[in-house]
């Protein structure tokens, strides 16, 4: 194929994919639907078959739509909700695995393994179409953060189950039981070292300095790229470890965070687009009549009780009502991982693994069509859904001067903010610390002494490095280290004598 017709290619998807996302806002269907259908659309024109590329290109995808999700998490949202996370993540699955996979056994004539394996690869929720989805719904933050939680952190077993079914069709002799304990240090590995990771990320971008604002999101990517790679090859979760080391670093004070989350946010929709339309070409409308009937009933089965069945057992002592329990059970959206798992099969020759990734796409196109297209519908009738401006949160963007010691903060005021209806000259900010921006309603005001601040407010503020943190204890109500007021105190008794 001539190199002119690939980028002709490449253009096409972006744009279709960029058009597909305003006309889904209009249609009020999830994007990924419209990206699906473009890649089905395309394969009449180019043909496609190159599965191993399309699972390559996946997983770097995932990488990067976890990154992006993972950095947008507020930790002080989902620390509540871990334990039912991990829950739904782990127990969840693995009812909604058991219970799918023995329908799937009966409605596609499997065997008890291929039927396993089919609803390991649907078991899990994805976080592509949680994150994409949820991003711009007033749902309550309680289920929100719920949600994310586990679309972020369930993939392990996912891609555990898949994997274990599919060595047991191999290999007949081998058992489930023998790879548990690999799972445990897939995830053990996955947890510690996206924590240590993240916190290497963040030494490293605020502590390095570049040529140009434009190479730290270059630099945060492949972070997060080396983060899965390193877990993967010493034997942990890949996936987890992405997701993890993006929710500390989102949540850390980060040189250029605006720059990093903006770039990441296109490069992550850039992604899905490319992700979709791509596994869209692996499909042909033929393919899907043969298993049609099939797939809706299968469909059916995990909306309707694999599902609720899984969320009403994995969380009956967890202090959910039953309203909420209904709707995380209707937001189990499918997405980019079921597909791309279902490319494990046919890379490993499995019998019926052309079936298997039919009817996976089948269920991802309907659930995306009904579970996605209705959630907020869903939410407004249990009574699940809140005033959007609660959700808003302090945000802290730093932006490093060059090579000089100075930084400009973004802090966002809330209620809770110890400056409230504090004029500028009685704030007790650090020498050396200047108030220069205040944007009130969409509108830049020029500070003075006299500027009271509003609920609402954000605040541009000029600082040195040394006094970054006492500044945000004055602005934001942060707490500060003994030993930094201790330096403090130190320093200004030098000044005095």
Not at 352 to 377: H, K, M, P, R
């Amino acid at each position: 194929m001539a190199v002119e017709t690939l980028i002709f290619l490449f253009t096409a998807m972006l744009l279709m994919g960029v058009l597909a996302t305003k006309f889904s806002t209009r249609l009020g269907l999830p994007a990924l639907v419209l990206f699906l259908l473009v890649g089905m659309g395309l394969n009449r024109f180019v043909f496609f078959e190159n599965v191993e590329l399309s699972q390559l290109i996946g997983i770097m995808a995932l990488i990067i739509i976890l990154f992006e999700g993972g950095t947008q998490t507020k930790w002080n949202h989902i620390r509540p909700v871990l334990g039912a996370a991990s829950i739904l993540s782990t127990i969840g699955v693995l009812i909604t695995t058991i219970l799918t996979g023995f329908a799937a056994m009966y409605i596609l004539d499997f065997s008890l393994l291929e039927g396993m394996l089919f609803g390991a690869i649907v078991g899990s929720t994805d976080a592509a179409a949680v994150f994409s989805v949820l991003g711009n719904k007033n749902i309550k933050r309680k289920l929100t953060s719920t949600l994310e939680a586990e679309s972020g952190s369930n993939d392990p077993m996912a891609v555990f189950l898949t994997v274990a079914f599919i060595e047991m069709i191999q290999i007949p002799d081998s058992s489930i039981w023998s790879a548990v304990g690999s799972f445990f240090i897939q995830m053990g590995l996955g947890l510690l070292l996206g924590f240590l990771l993240g916190k290497l990320t963040v030494l490293v971008i605020n502590r390095i300095k570049l040529d140009t604002a434009g190479l730290y999101p270059v630099l945060a990517l492949a972070m997060a790229s080396l983060t899965y790679i390193l877990t993967d090859t010493l034997g942990g979760s890949g996936l987890l470890a992405v997701y993890v080391m993006a929710v500390y670093v989102g949540n850390n004070d980060l040189m250029y965070r605006f720059t990093i989350l903006r770039f990441n946010e296109g490069f992550a929709w850039m992604m899905q687009i490319l992700m979709f339309i791509l596994l869209g070409l692996l499909v042909f409308p033929t393919q899907l009549l043969d298993v049609f009937w099939q797939g809706i009933i299968l469909s059916i089965i995990l909306m309707f009780l694999s599902r609720p069945i899984a969320i009403f057992l994995s969380m009956i002592f967890l202090k959910y009502s039953v309203k909420e329990k209904l709707f995380i059970s209707w937001s189990g959206l499918k997405g980019a991982v079921p597909i791309v798992l279902a490319t494990y099969p046919i890379v490993a020759d499995i019998p019926n693994s052309q079936t298997i990734f039919n009817a996976v796409f089948f269920v991802v196109l309907i659930s995306a069509l009904v579970q996605g297209s209705s959630l907020s519908w869903v939410a407004s009738k249990l009574g699940l859904t809140e005033d959007k401006s609660k959700n808003l949160m302090p945000s802290l963007e730093i932006i490093n001067l060059g090579t000089t010691d100075s930084e400009i903060m973004e802090v966002s005021i809330t209620s809770n903010s110890p400056a409230l209806d504090t004029s500028l000259i009685d704030l007790e900010l650090p020498a050396n610390t200047l108030i220069i921006g205040v944007i009130r309603n969409d509108e830049l005001i020029t500070p003075s002494g006299n500027t009271v601040i509003k609920d609402g407010d954000t605040l541009y503020v000029l600082s040195n490095k040394k006094s970054r943190d006492r500044a945000k204890n004055v602005l934001m109500g942060k707490k500060i280290k003994e030993k930094e007021v201790k330096k403090a105190s130190k320093r200004k008794h030098k000044q005095k004598s």
